[in-house]
């Protein structure tokens, strides 16, 4: 796909009012995350809960700093879906829209997991 081709693509990837506001709003919950963070920093424990997948105990903690990363993987997520859509808008318009909308639920649910422990541990 030609440079021209693909920065019209992306251009054309919010013309529809769904992929454009998805579009905010997940960057909105990923900008409101690393926000929580921030004001709640210093509050926070030498060690937060977040590897929930691995047992009960020592292990599920990590410090603070990772907790950065829950947004970081929002914004990657939407940096991504932003990259596909731009290039198949043209041929799956519907497509381009379940995808804004997934990363939008992605980041909401990446919000709230934050919003979580911070509150578990504060």
């Given amino acids: ?12 990837t919010h013309t529809h009012w769904i992929t454009s506001t998805s579009d905010r709003f997940a960057l909105l919950f ?21 590897w929930y997948s691995h047992p009960w105990g020592e292990e599920q903690l990590a410090h603070p700093a990772w907790l950065f ?4 993987s929002g914004i990657l997520w939407q940096a991504i879906t932003i990259a596909v ?7 799956h318009p ?14 909401f649910l ?13």
């Fill in 110 to 122: 990446l919000f709230l997991t934050l919003a979580n422990i911070i509150f578990v541990v504060t």
């Fill in 1 to 12: 796909m030609k440079a021209n081709t693909l920065l019209s693509s992306l251009k054309h």
């Fill in 30 to 50: 990923a900008f409101l995350s690393i926000l929580t963070i921030a004001l709640r920093w210093r509050v926070l424990p030498p060690a937060v809960p977040l």
């Fill in 69 to 72: 990363l829950l947004p970081i």
């Fill in 85 to 91: 859509s731009a290039t198949l808008l043209r041929e």
């Fill in 94 to 107: 519907l497509f381009s829209r379940v995808l804004f909308l997934s990363s939008f639920l992605v980041n």
